[in-house]
């Protein structure tokens, strides 16, 4: 046997060790959960790097979060006011909360975190932020460089660190004010909390959790041993049944699309050195044809097993997703049409057209570890042949992906937010070196003007009609009837097998898997078996 299986074969056995012990513990059991519903955040949890971004982030608290109808209400902030020209937030605390330390959180904690993330310049754009000042020690005065209705989102999504206690090592061992603290984290291997008593909600009724660091395979094993209370799997395994264990299935905004490079081969690469452009690709009639010849009922049906939705675009069935850009599934012929209309022909009878010489073929590129993206790649593949279009399908690593391939292969990616910012991300023009956001290099200016508008709206719901031009206002867009940036191709349902004695409460439709969403309740679990 290799070290690599060797090793992984070992760090189970210990895991299930772990878990044996902790519920064969009297009256741990309804005490202590233990969780596999997804990996660790190998960078650390630290919220002003990207942590809870997506989903929960468990250790801090945030100004505002999302209920279980995506209704905004306070956490920390008990108000929170824009002024009359969209230019200023101020944000009432309560006066009641404490870190896991014991120490007070204070509006000096809340700017420290803000004037942090800002200098990170990492996942959290926060550019727009022209100032932030804490007014005393309960009031927070956020100042913008313009208006910026999506604003609201950080104070949604960014957790509050304490400014005492924050260093360069502060992801590996997180302090903040959430409802649990953290204890002890065993890289690549578990991660234990435990509810925090100096939290202002309700204390947790589960008092400890330990999160489980495994494969799918051995989660699911697991599970089916009786030795984990809340696993995560692949639709590919929902249908299975395991005694003791109910399937919970949470509705997400979690998709998967085919992101195409937008322009020409020409030479060019990025300040970093990433070669840019396909010019297959580059063609928007290939990707429109791409988009019709896709069978996305037959996707949910054979890759997720019926667990999802088909996707066509990046904010489907949200407030600010456009429905005009919806087309007929599954339509060949229109596939073909629109490549001859584009001067695209099998000249030669091998069953692939070309135009000025290049023939109509790309990679899909996906990550190898993942066998979702495998499936849909693969499936992808099969389904563009008949219209004249090869996609040849390479699994990668991450790593090759984003700093070989990303600009100039068609990717596999998965995205899916609470907020429209995901789509700022994704479709406005880039600057020089955008990684994976915006990693075809897609710039529409009409695109970029209805994002302008709709960001600098006087309230959100004024804003709708411009999130839902950029997607297609009958002449341009960026979606499928417009330029066709993407083809986006399932909306993935999330789905857990839960203990029979536990009780998620409601669980709130779910954004993109990284960030263990499921917990978003999770103060509001309850072990209901004595």
């Not at 006066?95 to 993330?117: C, H, I, M, R, Y």
């Not at 995205?415 to 429209?420: A, Q, R, V, W």
Request: net charge negative; charged share 20%.
């Amino acid at each position: 046997m290799s070290p690599k299986p060797y090793r992984r074969l070992v760090l189970f056995l210990c895991f299930m060790t772990l878990a044996l012990s902790l519920m064969t513990t009297p009256c741990l059991a309804k005490d202590t959960l233990i969780l596999a519903v997804g990996g660790e955040n190998a960078e650390g949890y630290d919220p002003t790097r990207g942590w809870g971004a997506y989903g929960n982030p468990l250790f801090q608290s945030t100004l505002l979060r999302r209920d279980a109808d995506l209704n905004i209400v306070g956490d920390l902030a008990t108000s929170w006011k824009l002024s009359e020209d969209r230019l200023t937030w101020t944000v009432v605390l309560r006066g009641d909360v404490k870190f896991s330390d014991g120490q007070p959180l204070t509006a000096q904690d809340v700017a420290f975190t803000f004037e942090t993330t800002a200098k990170a310049a990492g996942q959290i754009d926060l550019t727009r932020m022209a100032s932030v000042a804490a007014k005393d020690d309960s009031t927070v005065v956020f100042s913008l460089v313009k208006p910026d209705i999506t604003f609201i989102d950080h104070l949604i999504t960014l957790g509050i660190v304490p400014k005492h206690l924050y260093g360069p090592d502060y992801g590996r061992h997180p302090v903040g004010s959430g409802p649990y603290k953290f204890v002890q984290w065993d890289e690549g291997q578990q991660l234990i909390v435990e509810a925090n008593e100096h939290y202002y909600g309700d204390i947790p009724p589960i008092k400890r959790l330990v999160f489980l660091f495994t494969e799918e395979d051995a989660s699911f094993a697991a599970a089916k041993a009786g030795k984990v209370d809340v696993v995560g799997v692949p639709s590919s395994l929902a249908k299975q049944t395991i005694p003791g264990m109910k399937l919970h299935v949470v509705k997400s905004v979690d998709n998967r699309g085919l992101m195409f490079p937008m322009v020409k081969n020409e030479g060019k690469t990025t300040p970093a050195g990433l070669p840019i452009g396909n010019n297959v690709t580059a063609d928007p009639a290939i990707r429109k044809a791409v988009n019709y010849a896709l069978n996305r009922e037959a996707l949910v049906d054979g890759v997720l097993e019926g667990f999802g939705s088909p996707a066509y675009g990046v904010a489907d069935n949200l407030p600010w997703d456009n429905k005009e850009i919806r087309i007929k599934d599954n339509d060949p012929q229109m596939a073909k049409a629109i490549l001859a209309e584009a001067g695209w022909k099998d000249s030669d009878g091998d069953g692939i057209v070309e135009k000025d010489g290049v023939k109509a073929e790309f990679t899909i590129v996906y990550n190898a570890k993942d066998s979702l993206r495998q499936s849909l790649a693969l499936s992808v593949a099969d389904m563009l042949l008949p219209v004249g279009i090869k996609a040849n399908v390479s699994g990668r690593s991450w790593d090759e992906i984003k700093l070989q391939l990303t600009h100039s292969n068609v990717v596999v990616y998965g995205f899916g937010d609470h907020s429209p910012q995901e789509m700022l991300k994704l479709y406005r023009t880039p600057g020089a070196e955008p990684m994976y956001w915006n990693a075809g290099f897609y710039s529409n200016p009409v695109v970029d003007s209805y994002f302008e508008q709709a960001m600098t709206a006087p309230d959100f719901k004024s804003s709708l009609p411009f999130w839902q031009k950029a997607q297609w206002d009958g002449t341009t867009g960026f979606g499928i009837p417009g330029d066709a940036a993407w083809a986006w191709m399932v909306n993935l349902d999330h789905t857990y097998f839960v203990s029979d004695c536990l009780d998620l409460g409601k669980s709130q439709m779910e954004p993109h898997g990284h960030g263990w969403p499921i917990t978003a309740n999770i103060h509001q679990w309850k072990w209901t078996c004595k």
